[in-house]
């Protein structure tokens, strides 16, 4: 029992728990304690067996999928709801068997027949537990406590501008491996190389020292080392890949195997560096033409969870005319970062250190820790991802910066392949120009500054006059820009500002672009947003409405007039 880091769930021998699961809701979550014990799932065998909750006749719903968008009664709810599946299992000696959740938002607990496997905190990240020895032959029931309610020391805080969906929002398996099995690697090619591949392969389980080997059979490689004491095993070998672009996303089956276990998956080759000002893919200057992207299907109010989703909001980026997302402000679902690599979208992905974090509480570095890891642990082998996101508007202070910039370090640690950025807007506005300050570059190496010129503040000068300066020497990614439209609202008074139409929504984007045309250290752009998406804070009672209406598409999916400005741009930039 335990935690242990299981990647690439979709190529190991698995069983899906996704489907109908029985619910209790638990707005005072008292199931947790000793007194109603609602894990325990008690039934009653004596005429004076009484216990105050049922799994037997409760509603249902489905799973992965958060349960406010099922349940009218649940739209705005933030406590526990309890989840329960039944499945059966027949134990096999010297099999291990695990649960895999691809995400639960936010505090989870889960119980194999009455028995607790673990506990994970955060909303966005995978996690696993063996259940080996929790499991009977025959018939088994998982229990999940789920609880989405903010908390001050949560990550994200207290308050944040998208939509608390809880619940069971990915998929959930069964994973069973052999006693001794690949738990884990990192494939990619070595840093400043285009033809040395390195990495590691990680063994868990009673024998460690096996004969690891690496093949791609489209290369005509095969590698072979040992793992030591540790289950560790280096790699490093020369190869010649086609490498991945945009234009051209190649992939090569690669398959990990040692002499107990074996592991399939797609894997891309590239290298992405800065050079001075410029971001190099392939060793090439690359412009990022991005947006940014929430995990929500717009006109069904729900969170996106599945490949299907993946596939529409990636398809909207690519018909946009981007080579580039920025999945705010979480990391999504794996399907996700997987169609990206077979689109060939370049991806920022962040973990939710966002606006209002508590640097100050103890447990807070823990968790952004924890989550990191997460993040990089799934997607590391992603060659779509090219730059880890560690915040988003922070206000600058000692706690801060010494937090975000253990952060960096860690993730440095733990991936030296790829960029690392966090979205700032501590920007020093004087006149008609804006100064990049923020001692939190030091430790990044893409600066990245969200602007609303236009919106929540006015323009100083015409905006081809407006001047950019930065203290370092670093490529700039301007990651988010725009302001809010109301779709079919082409209504523009004397105050353009407060009109929220399409009309003023469009002029924004094209002042943005006349500014960006004079940015000499500028490396990428990310419009703010794909599309409408629902937040509470958000309380304009005629144009919101709980939306924020900063989409290039509308809540319907309609595109609106700054979407046209914008693909116009950037099918025109090389």
């Not at 299981?6 to 728990?17: D, E, F, K, M, Q």
């Not at 799932?41 to 004596?46: A, I, L, N, R, T």
């Not at 392949?417 to 030091?442: F, G, P, Q």
Request: charged share 25%.
């Amino acid at each position: 029992m335990g935690q242990t880091s299981i990647i690439n769930i979709n190529g190991r021998h698995r069983v899906s728990l996704d489907g109908a699961w029985k619910i209790i809701i638990d707005p005072y979550d008292a199931g947790i304690g000793n007194w109603i014990a609602l894990w325990k799932d008690k039934k009653p065998v004596g005429k004076n067996d009484f216990y105050e909750y049922s799994f037997d006749d409760a509603p249902a719903l489905k799973v992965p999928g958060d349960f406010n968008s099922q349940l009218p009664g649940l739209n705005f709810y933030e406590s526990t709801v309890w989840y329960k599946k039944e499945f059966d299992y027949a134990r096999k000696n010297n099999k291990k068997l695990f649960i895999h959740f691809g995400a639960v938002n936010y505090k989870t607990d889960v119980f194999i027949n009455g028995q607790k496997a673990g506990s994970h905190e955060g909303g966005f990240t995978p996690f696993v537990f063996e259940i080996t020895n929790l499991v009977t032959d025959g018939k088994n029931s998982v229990i999940v406590r789920t609880n989405n309610a903010r908390i001050k020391n949560g990550v994200p805080g207290l308050g944040y501008d998208w939509f608390n969906y809880g619940g069971i929002t990915r998929d959930v398996n069964l994973v069973e491996e052999p006693s001794s099995f690949i738990s884990d690697y990192f494939i990619q090619l070595k840093k400043g190389s285009s033809d040395e591949i390195q990495g590691w392969v990680k063994i868990v389980g009673d024998y460690l020292q096996q004969e690891v080997t690496v093949q791609i059979p489209e290369l005509k490689t095969v590698y072979k080392t040992r793992a030591g004491s540790d289950g560790m095993a280096h790699i490093l070998f020369t190869a010649k890949p086609k490498l991945w672009f945009p234009a051209n996303p190649k992939l090569y089956q690669v398959k990990v195997s040692c002499e107990t276990d074996s592991v399939k998956e797609k894997i891309g080759f590239r290298t992405i560096e800065v050079n001075n000002t410029s971001i190099l893919l392939n060793n090439t200057p690359v412009f990022l033409k991005g947006i940014n992207i929430h995990e929500e299907i717009p006109g069904e109010k729900r969170r996106s969870w599945s490949e299907k989703d993946a596939l529409q909001l990636l398809s909207w980026a690519k018909e946009l005319g981007c080579n580039f997302v920025r999945l705010a402000h979480y990391p999504h679902s794996e399907y996700m970062t997987r169609v990206a690599d077979s689109m060939g979208l370049m991806v920022w992905s962040e973990i939710p250190v966002y606006q209002g974090i508590d640097f100050l509480d103890s447990s807070v570095q823990q968790k952004m820790n924890n989550m990191l890891r997460e993040m990089i642990d799934r997607d590391k082998n992603r060659c779509s991802i090219i730059l880890w996101s560690l915040s988003n508007e922070t206000s600058p202070g000692f706690a801060r910066t010494k937090s975000i910039g253990l952060l960096a370090d860690l993730c440095r640690t733990l991936d030296s392949t790829r960029l690392i950025t966090s979205a700032i807007n501590s920007v020093h506005y004087k006149d008609s120009s804006a100064s990049i300050e923020d001692s939190l570059v030091d430790k990044l190496d893409v600066i990245s500054v969200n602007e609303y010129f236009g919106w929540y503040v006015p323009w100083p000068c015409d905006p081809e006059n407006f001047t950019w300066k930065s203290r370092f020497n670093k490529p700039l990614i301007i990651s988010e820009f725009g302001g809010e439209a109301l779709y079919g609202n082409k209504k523009e008074p004397k105050d353009a500002a407060s009109s929220w139409s399409e009309d003023y929504q469009e002029r924004i984007y094209k002042d943005q672009l006349r500014m960006f045309q004079h940015i000499s250290f500028l490396a990428g752009t990310c419009a703010w947003i794909l599309a409408d998406f629902r937040s509470p804070v958000r309380m304009n009672s005629v144009f919101q409405k709980g939306w924020n209406r900063k989409g290039l598409l509308s809540d319907q999916r309609k595109k609106k007039k700054a979407w046209y400005v914008l693909q116009q741009f950037y099918r025109s930039k090389k």
